[in-house]
């Protein structure tokens, strides 16, 4: 992977969180009246419980890197339309659905998440359940609706929720979560691994770099390109996530590592930690290369694919 010069990616992921976090309070305004008023407070502390904020970020850096508003160096967020932090939060609130179903007892069954306890031990599995599931709309609808007032046509707006449901469907994350879960207590080749994690973690991972690449109306091959990179990420984190499930503390990544006792197999289990780590950069510095070949030159893609590779929490 190349340098990436005096980009602060702390400073840059701190700023663009807050502008996530601004922009999925502006969507909890304007959408809690399709919530009811007893889902709409389950899903609002879930949806505004902090974490990494990766996927809307990866979102609008993809749609700065397209060049619709990107130069070199690259302008300040507030150039951005704040349209493109609205379609990022749709991907959050899948994000959130997802965290919320995974932690119940059907599922993981964890007590932990973000540092605090999860939303079932909390609200109580039900409303959990339900607050999850009234999420998926709304994540459509917003995307639907933020995309048309970034000044988007129909085509282009249809795609973007076409992308998002997709990744979030039996064919990518709820697919590869069934298959999680069927998996637990047996072994899976490292094939199998990869196909599971592209569609558990990394579909909606790689949406996000799509979503921003469509919303920039960036050519085909650019598209193609964020896509490839997209791709590498969503794999590379997965692998960042089990070397940290199985080398780092709750305190350190806010929830209960769990891999070994749920009987999952693992990238670690696979190869090692040192080895785990060493792939995990390799699969992202693939998808650098991705964007290399297509002349995409992006500090923030670059820091945000070694973040995902390396992170520490
Ligand atoms: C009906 C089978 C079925 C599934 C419903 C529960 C579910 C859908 C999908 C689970 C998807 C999931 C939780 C994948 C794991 C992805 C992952 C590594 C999440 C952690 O993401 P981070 O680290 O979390 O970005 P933060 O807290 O930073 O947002």
Do not use: N
């Not at 419980?49 to 302008?75: E, M, Y």
């Not at 917003?142 to 048309?148: L, M, S």
């Not at 490839?228 to 305190?251: H, K, M, N, S």
């Amino acid at each position: 992977m190349t340098g990436a010069g005096s980009f602060r990616l702390d400073v840059y992921l701190a700023g663009e969180r807050k502008r996530v976090d601004q922009a999925l309070r502006r969507a909890m305004e304007r959408y809690g009246a399709l919530l009811s008023p007893h889902l709409a407070p389950v899903a609002g502390d879930s949806l505004l419980s902090g974490g990494k904020r990766l996927r809307p970020i990866l979102c609008v850096a993809a749609f700065r890197a397209c060049g619709r508003v990107a130069r070199r160096p690259a302008p300040p967020p507030a150039d951005l339309p704040v349209g493109i932090y609205e379609v990022a939060a749709s991907i959050e609130m899948i994000h959130a659905y997802s965290l919320m179903h995974d932690d119940l007892p059907c599922m993981d069954d964890a007590p932990l998440r973000r540092g605090a306890p999860t939303a079932h031990t909390v609200h109580g599995e039900v409303a959990t359940m339900r607050a999850g599931l009234a999420l998926i709309p709304l994540a459509a609808l917003h995307c639907w609706e933020a995309a048309g007032r970034l000044g988007l046509g129909r085509r282009r707006r249809r795609r973007l929720v076409s992308t998002l449901m997709r990744a979030a469907s039996a064919r990518g994350m709820v697919g590869g979560q069934a298959a999680d879960l069927l998996a637990e207590g047996r072994e899976l080749s490292k094939g199998e691994l990869d196909t599971l994690h592209r569609m558990k973690t990394g579909a909606l991972l790689r949406a996000s770099v799509c979503l921003g690449a469509v919303a920039a109306s960036a050519e085909p091959d650019a598209v193609a390109a964020l896509d490839a990179y997209g791709r590498a990420i969503g794999l590379a984190f997965q692998i960042a996530d089990d070397v940290l499930d199985a080398t780092a503390d709750a305190e350190r990544i806010g929830k209960e590592p769990s891999d070994a006792a749920l009987g999952k197999s693992t990238y670690v289990r696979f190869l090692g930690v040192e080895a785990a780590r060493d792939e995990a950069r390799q699969v992202a510095a693939g998808g650098l290369g991705a964007l290399r070949r297509a002349g995409i030159d992006s500090a923030e893609l670059d820091a945000l694919a070694r973040y995902a590779a390396s992170r520490d929490r």
